[in-house]
Protein backbone atom coordinates (compact mmCIF):
# COMPACT_ATOMS: atom_id res chain seq x y z
CA UNK A 1 0.00 0.00 0.00
CA UNK A 2 1.46 3.05 -0.86
CA UNK A 3 1.71 6.01 1.85
CA UNK A 4 -1.47 7.93 2.65
CA UNK A 5 -2.42 10.90 4.70
CA UNK A 6 -5.58 11.41 3.12
CA UNK A 7 -8.40 11.34 5.85
CA UNK A 8 -10.79 10.24 3.57
CA UNK A 9 -8.71 7.56 1.79
CA UNK A 10 -7.97 6.23 5.90
CA UNK A 11 -11.21 6.20 6.78
CA UNK A 12 -12.54 4.09 3.46
CA UNK A 13 -9.61 1.45 4.47
CA UNK A 14 -11.15 1.28 7.84
CA UNK A 15 -14.82 1.07 6.17
CA UNK A 16 -13.81 -1.74 4.22
CA UNK A 17 -11.93 -3.61 6.59
CA UNK A 18 -15.23 -3.47 8.91
CA UNK A 19 -17.70 -4.18 6.22
CA UNK A 20 -15.88 -6.71 4.90
CA UNK A 21 -15.83 -8.56 8.16
CA UNK A 22 -19.20 -8.19 8.79
CA UNK A 23 -19.92 -9.51 5.65
CA UNK A 24 -17.91 -12.60 6.44
CA UNK A 25 -19.21 -13.17 10.07
CA UNK A 26 -22.75 -12.66 7.96
CA UNK A 27 -21.37 -15.20 5.45
CA UNK A 28 -20.85 -17.94 7.83
CA UNK A 29 -24.13 -17.58 10.20
CA UNK A 30 -25.72 -18.07 6.10
CA UNK A 31 -23.56 -21.39 5.71
CA UNK A 32 -21.67 -19.57 3.06
CA UNK A 33 -18.49 -19.66 4.46
CA UNK A 34 -16.79 -23.04 5.90
CA UNK A 35 -14.27 -23.32 8.36
CA UNK A 36 -13.41 -20.61 11.21
CA UNK A 37 -12.87 -17.06 10.74
CA UNK A 38 -11.20 -14.36 13.70
CA UNK A 39 -12.84 -10.94 13.04
CA UNK A 40 -10.66 -7.11 14.00
CA UNK A 41 -13.48 -5.04 14.46
CA UNK A 42 -13.27 -2.54 16.28
CA UNK A 43 -9.15 -2.58 15.99
CA UNK A 44 -9.32 -1.09 12.40
CA UNK A 45 -7.87 1.97 13.41
CA UNK A 46 -4.33 -0.02 14.19
CA UNK A 47 -3.51 -1.62 10.56
CA UNK A 48 -4.96 1.62 8.59
CA UNK A 49 -2.98 3.87 10.75
CA UNK A 50 0.43 1.57 10.91
CA UNK A 51 0.61 0.53 7.40
CA UNK A 52 -0.45 3.99 5.73
CA UNK A 53 2.98 4.72 7.22
CA UNK A 54 4.78 2.49 5.07
CA UNK A 55 6.45 2.15 0.95
CA UNK A 56 5.63 -0.43 -1.29
CA UNK A 57 7.98 -2.83 -0.75
CA UNK A 58 8.23 -2.91 3.17
CA UNK A 59 7.13 -6.20 4.81
CA UNK A 60 4.21 -7.10 6.43
CA UNK A 61 3.68 -10.18 9.06
CA UNK A 62 0.43 -10.86 10.13
CA UNK A 63 -1.69 -13.59 12.37
CA UNK A 64 -4.71 -15.21 12.68
CA UNK A 65 -6.60 -12.32 13.10
CA UNK A 66 -5.43 -10.61 9.94
CA UNK A 67 -7.90 -9.56 7.26
CA UNK A 68 -7.63 -5.84 8.45
CA UNK A 69 -3.83 -6.01 8.26
CA UNK A 70 -4.58 -8.15 4.76
CA UNK A 71 -6.67 -4.99 3.70
CA UNK A 72 -5.10 -2.01 5.12
CA UNK A 73 -1.78 -3.57 3.01
CA UNK A 74 -3.95 -2.93 -0.17
CA UNK A 75 -4.48 -6.70 -0.53
CA UNK A 76 -7.42 -7.46 -2.92
CA UNK A 77 -10.54 -7.72 -1.33
CA UNK A 78 -12.11 -10.25 -4.15
CA UNK A 79 -8.74 -12.74 -3.56
CA UNK A 80 -10.00 -12.35 -0.08
CA UNK A 81 -13.62 -12.89 -0.17
CA UNK A 82 -12.52 -15.88 -2.78
CA UNK A 83 -10.03 -17.66 -0.46
CA UNK A 84 -12.82 -17.08 2.55
CA UNK A 85 -14.81 -19.06 0.08
CA UNK A 86 -12.28 -21.87 -0.97
CA UNK A 87 -12.48 -20.30 -4.15
CA UNK A 88 -9.84 -21.25 -6.78
CA UNK A 89 -9.40 -18.18 -7.27
CA UNK A 90 -8.10 -16.97 -3.66
CA UNK A 91 -5.41 -15.36 -3.58
CA UNK A 92 -3.89 -18.54 -2.18
CA UNK A 93 -5.85 -20.63 -4.24
CA UNK A 94 -7.81 -22.02 -1.01
CA UNK A 95 -5.51 -23.40 0.63
CA UNK A 96 -4.58 -21.33 3.23
CA UNK A 97 -8.15 -19.78 4.03
CA UNK A 98 -8.62 -17.13 6.82
CA UNK A 99 -5.73 -17.29 8.75
CA UNK A 100 -3.00 -18.21 6.13
CA UNK A 101 -2.74 -15.05 3.91
CA UNK A 102 0.21 -13.91 1.48
CA UNK A 103 -0.20 -11.36 -1.37
CA UNK A 104 3.02 -9.57 -2.88
CA UNK A 105 4.89 -8.43 0.77
CA UNK A 106 2.14 -9.50 3.22
CA UNK A 107 2.50 -12.77 5.14
CA UNK A 108 0.14 -14.69 7.60
CA UNK A 109 -0.25 -17.89 10.04
CA UNK A 110 -2.33 -18.80 12.18
CA UNK A 111 0.63 -19.91 14.73
CA UNK A 112 0.56 -17.40 17.72
CA UNK A 113 4.37 -16.24 17.81
CA UNK A 114 6.07 -18.67 15.29
CA UNK A 115 5.68 -15.59 13.06
CA UNK A 116 8.01 -13.26 15.34
CA UNK A 117 11.07 -14.80 14.50
CA UNK A 118 10.14 -15.22 10.85
CA UNK A 119 9.64 -11.36 10.83
CA UNK A 120 13.01 -10.77 12.40
CA UNK A 121 14.66 -12.79 9.74
CA UNK A 122 13.04 -11.15 7.11
CA UNK A 123 14.23 -8.25 8.63
CA UNK A 124 17.85 -10.03 8.73
CA UNK A 125 17.79 -10.21 4.94
CA UNK A 126 15.86 -6.84 3.80
CA UNK A 127 19.18 -5.60 5.98
CA UNK A 128 21.20 -7.33 4.19
CA UNK A 129 20.52 -7.13 0.91
CA UNK A 130 19.92 -3.57 1.14
CA UNK A 131 16.98 -2.93 0.24
CA UNK A 132 16.02 -0.64 2.46
CA UNK A 133 12.66 -2.22 3.44
CA UNK A 134 11.05 -2.52 7.02
CA UNK A 135 9.23 -5.38 8.55
CA UNK A 136 6.17 -4.49 10.28
CA UNK A 137 4.86 -7.66 12.40
CA UNK A 138 1.59 -7.37 14.24
CA UNK A 139 0.68 -9.47 17.60
CA UNK A 140 -2.11 -9.37 20.37
CA UNK A 141 -1.52 -9.25 23.85
CA UNK A 142 -2.20 -13.13 24.14
CA UNK A 143 1.23 -13.94 21.97
CA UNK A 144 2.80 -12.19 24.34
CA UNK A 145 2.57 -15.58 26.29
CA UNK A 146 5.04 -17.72 23.20
CA UNK A 147 8.25 -17.91 24.55
CA UNK A 148 9.90 -17.38 20.62
CA UNK A 149 8.66 -14.09 20.79
CA UNK A 150 11.25 -13.10 23.75
CA UNK A 151 14.01 -15.01 21.32
CA UNK A 152 13.50 -13.02 18.57
CA UNK A 153 12.58 -9.62 20.94
CA UNK A 154 16.46 -10.33 21.65
CA UNK A 155 18.03 -11.32 17.80
CA UNK A 156 15.79 -8.05 16.32
CA UNK A 157 17.56 -5.69 19.29
CA UNK A 158 21.04 -7.23 19.35
CA UNK A 159 21.51 -7.13 15.47
CA UNK A 160 19.64 -3.76 15.22
CA UNK A 161 17.49 -4.82 12.57
CA UNK A 162 14.87 -2.83 10.85
CA UNK A 163 11.75 -3.70 12.24
CA UNK A 164 8.89 -2.38 14.08
CA UNK A 165 6.61 -4.56 16.69
CA UNK A 166 2.89 -3.38 16.49
CA UNK A 167 0.90 -4.77 19.54
CA UNK A 168 -2.74 -4.95 19.61
CA UNK A 169 -3.69 -5.36 23.00
CA UNK A 170 -7.16 -5.87 23.04
CA UNK A 171 -7.24 -6.65 26.24
CA UNK A 172 -8.34 -10.72 25.75
CA UNK A 173 -6.58 -13.97 24.53
CA UNK A 174 -9.47 -15.71 22.92
CA UNK A 175 -11.34 -15.45 26.11
CA UNK A 176 -9.18 -14.79 28.45
CA UNK A 177 -8.79 -11.29 30.03
CA UNK A 178 -5.22 -9.57 30.32
CA UNK A 179 -5.38 -9.71 34.63
CA UNK A 180 -5.36 -13.74 34.06
CA UNK A 181 -3.00 -13.99 31.41
CA UNK A 182 0.01 -11.34 31.81
CA UNK A 183 2.20 -10.66 35.03
CA UNK A 184 4.19 -7.65 34.98
CA UNK A 185 4.21 -4.72 32.89
CA UNK A 186 3.69 -5.00 28.90
CA UNK A 187 6.16 -2.04 27.97
CA UNK A 188 8.49 -3.48 29.91
CA UNK A 189 8.59 -6.86 28.20
CA UNK A 190 10.08 -4.14 25.43
CA UNK A 191 11.88 -2.30 27.46
CA UNK A 192 14.03 -5.46 28.87
CA UNK A 193 15.80 -6.02 25.56
CA UNK A 194 16.57 -2.09 24.91
CA UNK A 195 13.91 -1.64 22.00
CA UNK A 196 11.87 1.58 22.64
CA UNK A 197 8.38 1.40 22.63
CA UNK A 198 5.23 3.44 22.82
CA UNK A 199 2.33 2.91 24.49
CA UNK A 200 -1.06 4.65 24.03
CA UNK A 201 -4.56 3.87 24.52
CA UNK A 202 -5.89 5.01 21.07
CA UNK A 203 -8.66 3.77 18.54
CA UNK A 204 -7.85 7.17 16.37
CA UNK A 205 -6.52 6.49 13.33
CA UNK A 206 -4.71 9.67 13.09
CA UNK A 207 -3.18 9.46 16.20
CA UNK A 208 -1.89 5.96 15.30
CA UNK A 209 -0.21 7.40 12.43
CA UNK A 210 1.35 10.46 14.34
CA UNK A 211 2.98 7.70 16.32
CA UNK A 212 3.24 4.99 13.87
CA UNK A 213 6.00 6.88 11.28
CA UNK A 214 8.46 8.06 13.36
CA UNK A 215 8.98 4.48 14.25
CA UNK A 216 9.06 3.56 11.09
CA UNK A 217 11.57 6.18 9.76
CA UNK A 218 13.44 5.07 12.86
CA UNK A 219 13.71 1.55 12.03
CA UNK A 220 14.50 2.17 8.61
CA UNK A 221 17.26 4.63 9.31
CA UNK A 222 18.75 1.88 11.70
CA UNK A 223 17.88 2.66 14.89
CA UNK A 224 17.35 -0.62 15.57
CA UNK A 225 13.42 -2.82 16.35
CA UNK A 226 11.05 -0.61 17.53
CA UNK A 227 7.39 -1.44 19.10
CA UNK A 228 4.04 0.28 19.32
CA UNK A 229 1.59 -0.70 21.97
CA UNK A 230 -1.92 0.25 21.15
CA UNK A 231 -4.27 -0.26 23.97
CA UNK A 232 -8.04 -1.49 21.76
CA UNK A 233 -10.84 -3.30 21.85
CA UNK A 234 -12.23 -6.16 19.78
CA UNK A 235 -16.24 -5.44 19.62
CA UNK A 236 -16.69 -8.97 17.83
CA UNK A 237 -15.93 -12.41 19.20
CA UNK A 238 -12.51 -13.95 19.49
CA UNK A 239 -13.69 -16.08 16.81
CA UNK A 240 -17.75 -16.60 15.36
CA UNK A 241 -20.12 -16.75 18.27
CA UNK A 242 -17.61 -17.30 21.28
CA UNK A 243 -18.03 -14.76 23.28
CA UNK A 244 -18.15 -14.44 26.89
CA UNK A 245 -17.38 -10.91 27.57
CA UNK A 246 -20.84 -9.06 29.37
CA UNK A 247 -22.18 -7.11 27.14
CA UNK A 248 -22.30 -4.10 28.85
CA UNK A 249 -18.48 -3.60 28.85
CA UNK A 250 -18.55 -4.48 25.02
CA UNK A 251 -20.94 -1.94 24.80
CA UNK A 252 -19.12 0.61 27.19
CA UNK A 253 -15.98 0.68 24.42
CA UNK A 254 -18.48 1.55 21.92
CA UNK A 255 -17.87 5.56 22.29
CA UNK A 256 -14.20 4.53 20.74
CA UNK A 257 -15.27 2.79 18.04
CA UNK A 258 -12.56 3.94 15.05
CA UNK A 259 -15.11 4.47 12.92
CA UNK A 260 -17.37 7.46 13.69
CA UNK A 261 -14.43 9.06 15.98
CA UNK A 262 -12.80 9.42 12.63
CA UNK A 263 -15.72 10.15 10.54
CA UNK A 264 -16.66 13.37 12.89
CA UNK A 265 -14.03 14.74 11.08
CA UNK A 266 -15.15 14.10 7.65
CA UNK A 267 -17.80 15.87 5.37
CA UNK A 268 -20.90 13.91 6.07
CA UNK A 269 -21.66 13.40 1.75
CA UNK A 270 -18.15 12.40 1.27
CA UNK A 271 -18.59 10.10 4.11
CA UNK A 272 -21.56 8.10 2.46
CA UNK A 273 -19.89 8.54 -0.99
CA UNK A 274 -17.43 6.37 0.67
CA UNK A 275 -20.01 4.21 2.25
CA UNK A 276 -21.58 3.46 -0.99
CA UNK A 277 -18.19 2.64 -2.71
CA UNK A 278 -17.16 0.28 0.11
CA UNK A 279 -20.60 -1.32 -0.07
CA UNK A 280 -20.50 -1.70 -3.39
CA UNK A 281 -16.68 -3.55 -3.67
CA UNK A 282 -17.94 -5.88 -0.60
CA UNK A 283 -21.08 -6.57 -2.44
CA UNK A 284 -18.76 -6.95 -5.89
CA UNK A 285 -16.51 -9.26 -4.04
CA UNK A 286 -18.74 -11.86 -2.26
CA UNK A 287 -20.82 -12.18 -5.21
CA UNK A 288 -18.09 -13.01 -7.31
CA UNK A 289 -16.49 -15.80 -4.37
CA UNK A 290 -19.85 -17.02 -4.77
CA UNK A 291 -20.41 -17.65 -8.73
CA UNK A 292 -16.55 -18.78 -8.68
CA UNK A 293 -15.56 -22.31 -9.03
CA UNK A 294 -14.50 -23.98 -5.84
CA UNK A 295 -10.92 -24.98 -5.28
CA UNK A 296 -10.45 -28.63 -7.71
CA UNK A 297 -8.84 -30.92 -5.97
CA UNK A 298 -6.90 -31.80 -8.83
CA UNK A 299 -5.14 -28.52 -8.12
CA UNK A 300 -3.17 -30.77 -4.93
CA UNK A 301 0.47 -30.56 -6.07
CA UNK A 302 2.78 -31.72 -4.34
CA UNK A 303 4.51 -29.86 -0.84
CA UNK A 304 7.73 -30.10 -2.59
CA UNK A 305 8.98 -28.85 -5.77
CA UNK A 306 10.31 -31.97 -6.75
CA UNK A 307 9.66 -34.99 -4.62
CA UNK A 308 13.49 -36.20 -5.71
CA UNK B 1 41.64 -39.57 2.45
CA UNK B 2 39.14 -36.86 3.19
CA UNK B 3 36.49 -37.06 6.13
CA UNK B 4 33.16 -36.74 6.25
CA UNK B 5 33.68 -33.67 8.05
CA UNK B 6 36.38 -32.25 5.97
CA UNK B 7 33.87 -33.16 3.30
CA UNK B 8 30.94 -31.24 4.67
CA UNK B 9 33.17 -28.13 6.04
CA UNK B 10 34.48 -27.71 2.40
CA UNK B 11 31.09 -28.00 1.11
CA UNK B 12 29.99 -24.89 3.17
CA UNK B 13 33.23 -23.02 2.04
CA UNK B 14 32.65 -23.85 -1.34
CA UNK B 15 28.46 -22.80 -0.72
CA UNK B 16 29.76 -18.72 0.47
CA UNK B 17 32.56 -18.93 -2.09
CA UNK B 18 29.94 -19.25 -4.79
CA UNK B 19 26.38 -18.01 -4.18
CA UNK B 20 26.73 -14.37 -1.98
CA UNK B 21 23.05 -15.29 -0.69
CA UNK B 22 24.67 -17.61 1.67
CA UNK B 23 24.59 -16.77 5.65
CA UNK B 24 25.60 -19.45 8.12
CA UNK B 25 24.14 -19.29 11.60
CA UNK B 26 24.11 -21.24 14.47
CA UNK B 27 25.68 -21.30 18.10
CA UNK B 28 29.15 -21.08 18.73
CA UNK B 29 30.25 -21.04 15.11
CA UNK B 30 32.66 -19.02 14.82
CA UNK B 31 36.72 -19.17 15.03
CA UNK B 32 38.06 -20.23 17.23
CA UNK B 33 36.23 -22.52 18.37
CA UNK B 34 34.25 -23.20 15.02
CA UNK B 35 31.26 -25.07 15.98
CA UNK B 36 30.80 -27.73 18.65
CA UNK B 37 31.41 -30.56 16.12
CA UNK B 38 34.11 -27.89 13.61
CA UNK B 39 32.10 -28.32 10.61
CA UNK B 40 31.85 -24.80 10.15
CA UNK B 41 35.35 -24.39 11.38
CA UNK B 42 37.66 -21.54 9.33
CA UNK B 43 34.65 -20.58 7.68
CA UNK B 44 33.91 -17.23 10.09
CA UNK B 45 37.33 -16.26 9.20
CA UNK B 46 36.92 -16.25 5.52
CA UNK B 47 33.74 -14.97 5.67
CA UNK B 48 33.31 -12.75 8.81
CA UNK B 49 30.29 -10.92 7.60
CA UNK B 50 28.37 -14.11 6.41
CA UNK B 51 29.02 -16.43 9.18
CA UNK B 52 26.40 -15.67 11.94
CA UNK B 53 26.57 -16.25 16.20
CA UNK B 54 23.34 -16.70 17.94
CA UNK B 55 22.11 -16.84 21.25
CA UNK B 56 21.14 -20.14 22.57
CA UNK B 57 17.76 -19.76 20.88
CA UNK B 58 16.89 -22.57 18.64
CA UNK B 59 13.54 -21.84 17.66
CA UNK B 60 14.38 -18.62 17.16
CA UNK B 61 17.00 -19.36 14.91
CA UNK B 62 15.01 -21.42 12.73
CA UNK B 63 12.79 -18.96 12.75
CA UNK B 64 15.02 -16.47 11.31
CA UNK B 65 16.53 -18.70 8.74
CA UNK B 66 12.49 -19.13 7.46
CA UNK B 67 12.02 -15.40 7.48
CA UNK B 68 15.54 -15.21 5.79
CA UNK B 69 14.61 -17.97 2.96
CA UNK B 70 11.44 -15.82 2.38
CA UNK B 71 13.56 -12.94 1.36
CA UNK B 72 15.93 -13.78 -0.88
CA UNK B 73 18.65 -15.30 0.61
CA UNK B 74 19.73 -19.08 0.97
CA UNK B 75 20.52 -19.20 5.30
CA UNK B 76 22.41 -22.39 6.86
CA UNK B 77 21.07 -23.17 10.35
CA UNK B 78 23.17 -25.41 12.47
CA UNK B 79 21.42 -26.81 15.69
CA UNK B 80 24.25 -28.03 17.83
CA UNK B 81 22.61 -31.33 18.83
CA UNK B 82 20.11 -32.69 16.89
CA UNK B 83 18.23 -33.36 20.17
CA UNK B 84 17.64 -29.64 20.59
CA UNK B 85 16.03 -29.35 16.80
CA UNK B 86 12.42 -30.09 18.58
CA UNK B 87 12.76 -26.75 20.46
CA UNK B 88 12.45 -25.91 16.96
CA UNK B 89 9.85 -28.12 15.45
CA UNK B 90 7.08 -25.87 15.16
CA UNK B 91 9.64 -23.69 12.42
CA UNK B 92 9.94 -27.10 10.68
CA UNK B 93 6.81 -28.39 10.27
CA UNK B 94 3.91 -25.53 10.73
CA UNK B 95 6.47 -22.54 8.67
CA UNK B 96 9.17 -23.78 6.93
CA UNK B 97 7.40 -26.67 5.29
CA UNK B 98 3.88 -25.26 5.17
CA UNK B 99 4.69 -21.79 3.58
CA UNK B 100 5.32 -22.69 0.16
CA UNK B 101 2.02 -24.39 -0.43
CA UNK B 102 -0.18 -23.26 1.74
CA UNK B 103 0.26 -20.03 -0.05
CA UNK B 104 -0.46 -21.42 -3.26
CA UNK B 105 3.02 -21.90 -4.11
CA UNK B 106 3.80 -18.42 -4.52
CA UNK B 107 7.40 -18.20 -2.20
CA UNK B 108 10.22 -20.87 -1.51
CA UNK B 109 11.51 -21.72 1.64
CA UNK B 110 15.29 -22.37 0.62
CA UNK B 111 16.56 -23.09 4.09
CA UNK B 112 18.50 -26.04 5.49
CA UNK B 113 18.67 -27.28 9.05
CA UNK B 114 22.11 -29.22 9.60
CA UNK B 115 22.26 -30.83 12.97
CA UNK B 116 24.28 -34.06 14.55
CA UNK B 117 22.33 -36.80 15.10
CA UNK B 118 23.15 -40.07 16.94
CA UNK B 119 24.78 -41.64 20.02
CA UNK B 120 27.79 -44.10 20.68
CA UNK B 121 29.51 -40.73 22.54
CA UNK B 122 28.24 -41.43 25.93
CA UNK B 123 26.51 -38.23 25.90
CA UNK B 124 23.49 -39.69 27.56
CA UNK B 125 19.94 -39.52 27.53
CA UNK B 126 19.20 -35.94 25.93
CA UNK B 127 22.81 -35.62 24.13
CA UNK B 128 22.51 -38.57 21.87
CA UNK B 129 19.20 -39.47 20.17
CA UNK B 130 18.70 -39.95 16.55
CA UNK B 131 15.40 -37.74 16.63
CA UNK B 132 14.53 -37.32 12.83
CA UNK B 133 11.85 -40.02 13.14
CA UNK B 134 9.69 -37.15 14.46
CA UNK B 135 10.24 -35.07 11.94
CA UNK B 136 9.85 -37.61 9.20
CA UNK B 137 6.72 -37.49 6.92
CA UNK B 138 5.78 -33.79 7.22
CA UNK B 139 4.92 -32.79 3.61
CA UNK B 140 6.42 -29.78 2.57
CA UNK B 141 10.21 -30.49 4.69
CA UNK B 142 12.96 -33.12 3.13
CA UNK B 143 14.72 -34.76 5.18
CA UNK B 144 18.70 -36.02 4.03
CA UNK B 145 21.13 -37.56 5.84
CA UNK B 146 24.83 -37.29 5.54
CA UNK B 147 26.74 -40.68 4.36
CA UNK B 148 30.31 -41.90 4.45
CA UNK B 149 29.73 -43.06 0.97
CA UNK B 150 29.96 -41.11 -2.34
CA UNK B 151 30.80 -37.40 -1.60
CA UNK B 152 28.66 -36.19 1.73
CA UNK B 153 29.85 -32.46 1.24
CA UNK B 154 28.25 -32.71 -2.62
CA UNK B 155 24.81 -33.45 -0.63
CA UNK B 156 24.86 -30.78 1.33
CA UNK B 157 25.51 -28.69 -1.19
CA UNK B 158 23.18 -29.78 -3.17
CA UNK B 159 20.70 -29.22 -0.06
CA UNK B 160 22.01 -25.27 0.29
CA UNK B 161 22.09 -24.05 -3.70
CA UNK B 162 19.80 -26.42 -5.59
CA UNK B 163 16.94 -27.27 -3.86
CA UNK B 164 13.92 -24.37 -3.06
CA UNK B 165 12.29 -25.80 -0.47
CA UNK B 166 13.39 -26.64 3.61
CA UNK B 167 15.83 -29.28 3.75
CA UNK B 168 16.23 -30.93 7.48
CA UNK B 169 20.26 -32.12 7.10
CA UNK B 170 21.25 -35.06 9.32
CA UNK B 171 24.38 -35.43 10.53
CA UNK B 172 25.39 -38.59 12.53
CA UNK B 173 28.35 -37.66 15.12
CA UNK B 174 30.31 -40.92 14.37
CA UNK B 175 30.53 -40.34 10.72
CA UNK B 176 32.32 -36.91 11.01
CA UNK B 177 35.79 -39.03 11.46
CA UNK B 178 35.14 -41.39 8.83
CA UNK B 179 36.71 -41.59 5.88
CA UNK B 180 34.64 -40.89 2.43
CA UNK B 181 33.90 -44.35 0.19
CA UNK B 182 33.98 -43.13 -3.17
CA UNK B 183 31.59 -44.40 -5.36
CA UNK B 184 32.67 -47.60 -7.30
CA UNK B 185 34.55 -50.63 -7.56
CA UNK B 186 36.88 -50.55 -4.65
CA UNK B 187 39.17 -53.30 -2.32
CA UNK B 188 36.19 -54.32 -0.51
CA UNK B 189 33.31 -52.80 -1.89
CA UNK B 190 31.24 -51.97 -4.95
CA UNK B 191 29.24 -49.17 -4.51
CA UNK B 192 26.79 -47.66 -6.79
CA UNK B 193 24.93 -44.51 -6.54
CA UNK B 194 21.84 -43.91 -8.36
CA UNK B 195 21.23 -40.44 -11.06
CA UNK B 196 19.02 -38.94 -8.46
CA UNK B 197 19.51 -35.45 -6.88
CA UNK B 198 20.09 -37.20 -3.40
CA UNK B 199 21.74 -40.41 -4.64
CA UNK B 200 20.77 -43.89 -2.79
CA UNK B 201 23.51 -46.06 -2.64
CA UNK B 202 23.81 -49.75 -3.55
CA UNK B 203 26.87 -51.85 -1.82
CA UNK B 204 27.78 -54.94 -2.04
CA UNK B 205 31.20 -56.94 -1.08
CA UNK B 206 33.50 -56.70 -4.12
CA UNK B 207 33.04 -59.47 -6.34
CA UNK B 208 29.92 -61.07 -4.65
CA UNK B 209 28.12 -63.28 -6.09
CA UNK B 210 23.80 -61.98 -6.40
CA UNK B 211 22.47 -61.13 -3.01
CA UNK B 212 20.11 -62.88 -1.05
CA UNK B 213 19.42 -60.36 1.41
CA UNK B 214 18.34 -56.40 1.35
CA UNK B 215 19.66 -54.56 4.10
CA UNK B 216 18.34 -50.61 3.84
CA UNK B 217 19.82 -48.25 5.70
CA UNK B 218 20.96 -44.39 6.41
CA UNK B 219 23.96 -42.69 7.83
CA UNK B 220 26.37 -44.10 10.13
CA UNK B 221 24.16 -47.23 11.03
CA UNK B 222 24.49 -48.15 6.94
CA UNK B 223 28.69 -48.06 8.30
CA UNK B 224 27.42 -50.57 10.85
CA UNK B 225 25.48 -52.21 7.98
CA UNK B 226 28.79 -52.14 5.80
CA UNK B 227 30.74 -53.96 8.31
CA UNK B 228 28.22 -56.66 8.48
CA UNK B 229 28.38 -56.95 4.66
CA UNK B 230 31.48 -58.19 5.16
CA UNK B 231 31.35 -60.81 8.20
CA UNK B 232 28.12 -62.30 6.27
CA UNK B 233 30.16 -63.03 3.26
CA UNK B 234 33.66 -63.63 5.08
CA UNK B 235 32.40 -65.91 7.95
CA UNK B 236 29.00 -67.26 6.79
CA UNK B 237 29.22 -66.96 2.84
CA UNK B 238 25.68 -65.53 2.59
CA UNK B 239 25.74 -62.04 0.46
CA UNK B 240 23.71 -58.80 1.18
CA UNK B 241 23.25 -56.09 -0.14
CA UNK B 242 22.74 -52.25 1.81
CA UNK B 243 20.35 -50.17 -0.26
CA UNK B 244 21.66 -46.49 1.68
CA UNK B 245 18.90 -43.46 1.16
CA UNK B 246 20.49 -40.09 1.74
CA UNK B 247 16.86 -38.76 1.45
CA UNK B 248 14.23 -40.03 4.20
CA UNK B 249 11.51 -37.95 2.79
CA UNK B 250 9.73 -38.08 1.06
CA UNK B 251 10.20 -41.75 1.06
CA UNK B 252 10.87 -43.38 -2.50
CA UNK B 253 10.63 -47.20 -2.46
CA UNK B 254 11.62 -47.50 -6.03
CA UNK B 255 15.20 -48.85 -5.45
CA UNK B 256 14.00 -51.30 -2.75
CA UNK B 257 11.79 -52.64 -4.84
CA UNK B 258 14.51 -53.44 -7.67
CA UNK B 259 17.14 -54.91 -4.91
CA UNK B 260 13.77 -56.93 -2.80
CA UNK B 261 13.07 -58.34 -6.41
CA UNK B 262 16.00 -60.54 -6.21
CA UNK B 263 16.57 -61.14 -2.74
CA UNK B 264 12.58 -61.35 -1.42
CA UNK B 265 14.25 -60.48 2.08
CA UNK B 266 14.44 -57.19 4.10
CA UNK B 267 16.56 -56.09 6.93
CA UNK B 268 16.15 -52.41 7.73
CA UNK B 269 19.18 -50.71 10.34
CA UNK B 270 18.45 -47.34 11.85
CA UNK B 271 19.42 -46.26 14.91
CA UNK B 272 16.37 -43.98 15.83
CA UNK B 273 14.20 -45.86 18.79
CA UNK B 274 12.01 -49.05 16.99
CA UNK B 275 8.46 -48.46 17.01
CA UNK B 276 6.77 -46.31 15.07
CA UNK B 277 10.09 -45.62 13.40
CA UNK B 278 12.37 -45.12 9.96
CA UNK B 279 12.50 -48.99 9.75
CA UNK B 280 8.38 -49.50 9.80
CA UNK B 281 8.14 -47.34 6.79
CA UNK B 282 10.53 -48.89 4.70
CA UNK B 283 8.80 -52.51 5.39
CA UNK B 284 5.61 -51.19 4.59
CA UNK B 285 6.41 -49.80 1.32
CA UNK B 286 8.74 -53.04 0.84
CA UNK B 287 5.72 -54.83 1.27
CA UNK B 288 3.43 -53.07 -1.13
CA UNK B 289 6.52 -52.75 -3.89
CA UNK B 290 7.10 -55.92 -3.31
CA UNK B 291 3.79 -58.15 -2.65
CA UNK B 292 3.34 -61.16 -0.73
CA UNK B 293 6.17 -63.30 0.04
CA UNK B 294 8.21 -60.61 1.88
CA UNK B 295 10.34 -61.63 4.85
CA UNK B 296 11.16 -58.93 6.85
CA UNK B 297 12.90 -57.72 10.25
CA UNK B 298 14.38 -54.64 11.95
CA UNK B 299 17.26 -53.46 13.60
CA UNK B 300 17.16 -50.08 15.67
CA UNK B 301 17.53 -48.79 19.33
CA UNK B 302 15.53 -50.32 21.92
CA UNK B 303 12.45 -48.01 22.72
CA UNK B 304 14.69 -46.88 25.66
CA UNK B 305 16.22 -42.99 26.41
CA UNK B 306 20.03 -43.67 25.43
CA UNK B 307 21.69 -44.23 28.71
CA UNK B 308 25.15 -42.66 29.86
CA UNK B 309 26.92 -45.47 31.05
CA UNK B 310 28.92 -46.78 28.47
CA UNK B 311 28.19 -50.62 28.54
CA UNK B 312 24.16 -49.65 28.94
CA UNK B 313 24.59 -47.06 25.97
CA UNK B 314 25.93 -50.16 23.86
CA UNK B 315 23.05 -52.82 24.89
CA UNK B 316 20.43 -50.02 23.15
CA UNK B 317 22.03 -48.57 20.58
CA UNK B 318 22.09 -51.28 17.38
CA UNK B 319 25.39 -53.36 16.91
CA UNK B 320 27.07 -55.02 13.94
CA UNK B 321 26.81 -58.77 15.97
CA UNK B 322 22.94 -58.52 15.92
CA UNK B 323 22.62 -56.87 11.85
CA UNK B 324 24.48 -60.45 10.89
CA UNK B 325 22.42 -62.48 13.39
CA UNK B 326 18.97 -60.70 12.37
CA UNK B 327 20.45 -61.01 8.81
CA UNK B 328 21.26 -64.77 8.98
CA UNK B 329 17.96 -65.47 11.03
CA UNK B 330 15.67 -64.19 7.79
CA UNK B 331 17.66 -66.55 5.69
CA UNK B 332 16.59 -69.43 7.94
Known amino acids: MNPCDDPLELYRRMLLIRTFEERVLESFARGLVFGTTHAAIGQEADPVGVLSCTRAGDVV ?180 GDDTRDPAEVESYRRADPLPVHAARLAAPDVERVEREVQAAVDQAFRAAETAAPADPRSLTPALGSER | MTTVLESLNQALRSCLADSADVRLLGEDILDPYGGAFKVTRGLSSEFPDRVITTPVSEAGIVGVGVGMALRGLRPVVEIMFGDFVLLAADQLVNHAAKLRWMTGDEVRVPLVVRTPMGGGRGYGPTHSQSLEKHLLGAPGLRSVAATALGDAGMLLRTSVLADDDPVLFIEHKLLYGLALLPAGVGADFEVQASEDRYPVYRVRVAGAPGPSVTLASYGYPAEQARLALKALAYEHEVFAEIVVYTQLSPFDARPLRESLGQTHRLLTVEEGTRTLGWGAEVVASGLEAHGPGLRAARIASLDLPIPAARTLEAAVLPGVESIVASALALLR
Not at chain 1, 74 to 93: F, K, N, Q, Y
Not at chain 1, 106 to 127: D, H, W
Not at chain 1, 152 to 168: A, F, H, T
Request: proline share 4%; glycine share 12%.
Open chain 1, 61 to 240: VSNHRGHGHFLAYGGPVDGLAAEMMGRASGVCRGRGGSQHLHWRDFYASGILGGTIPLAVGMALAERERRTGHVVVAFLGDGTLGEGVVYESLNLSSLWKLPIVLVVENNRYAQTTPIEQHMAGSLPARFAAFGIPAIERDTTDVLEVRRLAQPLIDAARSGAGPQALILHTYRFSAHSK
